[in-house]
């Protein structure tokens, strides 16, 4: 079946425009990584990389703020996942009494952006006692994500076959059974998506770590980029070694984005085709 895109791209004269607009995009996006690259080897070498990942700066080690952000980015994930999971199976799997309206009252939340939530997330945090922990910030990072992941899943457990949990429930098998049996083997390429998502996300969110963990030695790496910051003096070698760390700060969310970018894509468009 032939389609806009196809058409397109069957244009030679179109198809060269396109990819030509897509290298302008690409290399105004990349111009920054590779400035900063330029920069911290400009006075040091390489050397600056292995002198920023062995130093600590106003208290805070790169090493240790890429450990912090992976336990927060792993926590959320698996909060998301997990309760994204079973939210989906509810909302797609089981007819009851206002299904529908509160599953869109859930999407109405995807409209709340994280600083209409600061003060609420403060007191609770305080009550859970849960100020300068990890899971104090994957709990309200995973609050807001959660609404986009019941989007997605539910969107992708429409198309999973309702005769599938039929049999299993024929076979005398309860809603718990079928779906840790059933209904999550089959969300499996769906919740693979969804982490690779929570992690990207986690990684660079600088808003919640900045409220909750107060201790330098539990920065995430969002933090470490401003903390780090009043610890570089204005000589050439400084200035290198800055802009060094900056580069290896970035670099998590860079290897997942490139390691990851098709989990990354079929996530995002996860149910967005019906047959």
Not at 148 to 172: K, Q, S, T
Not at 188 to 204: D, E, K, T
Not at 217 to 232: G, Y
Request: include cysteine; aromatic fraction near 10%; glycine fraction near 8%.
């Amino acid at each position: 079946m032939s389609t806009p895109l196809r058409a397109l791209r069957q244009r030679r004269r179109d198809s060269v425009a396109v990819y030509g607009i897509l290298l302008a995009g690409a290399a105004l996006w990349l111009f920054p990584l590779v400035t900063a690259v330029r920069a911290s080897v400009a006075h040091g070498g390489v050397a600056n990389y292995w002198t920023v990942l062995t130093s600590t700066y106003n208290g805070v080690s790169l090493l240790g703020a890429f450990v912090n952000s992976l336990i927060v980015a792993a926590l959320h994930a698996i909060l998301v996942c997990g309760v994204g999971a079973l939210a989906a199976y509810a909302f797609s799997k089981i007819r009851f009494p206002g299904r529908e309206t509160l599953y869109y009252a859930v999407l109405i939340f995807l409209a709340v952006p994280g600083v209409a939530i600061i003060v609420p997330v403060y007191w609770i945090t305080g009550q859970l006692a849960l100020f300068n922990t990890h899971l104090g910030v994957a709990l309200p990072e995973a609050a807001l994500t959660l609404p986009f992941a019941v989007l997605m899943l539910r969107n992708y457990a429409d198309g999973i076959p309702n005769e599938l949990l039929e049999a299993a429930r024929i076979d005398r098998a309860g809603h718990g059974q079928a779906f840790w049996h059933v209904f999550l083997p089959l969300c499996r390429p769906a919740l693979i998506n969804l982490g690779a998502l929570s992690v990207m996300w986690s990684l660079q969110d600088f808003l919640f770590p900045s409220m909750i963990l107060k201790r330098s030695d539990l920065s995430t790496a969002a933090q470490a980029v401003r903390t780090i910051e009043s610890s570089f003096g204005p000589t050439p070698e400084q200035t290198s070694q800055y802009f060094a760390a900056l580069v290896l700060l970035a670099v998590p969310v860079i290897v997942l984005v490139v390691g990851g970018l098709r989990f990354i894509t079929q996530g995002i468009t996860s149910g967005g085709v019906k047959e």
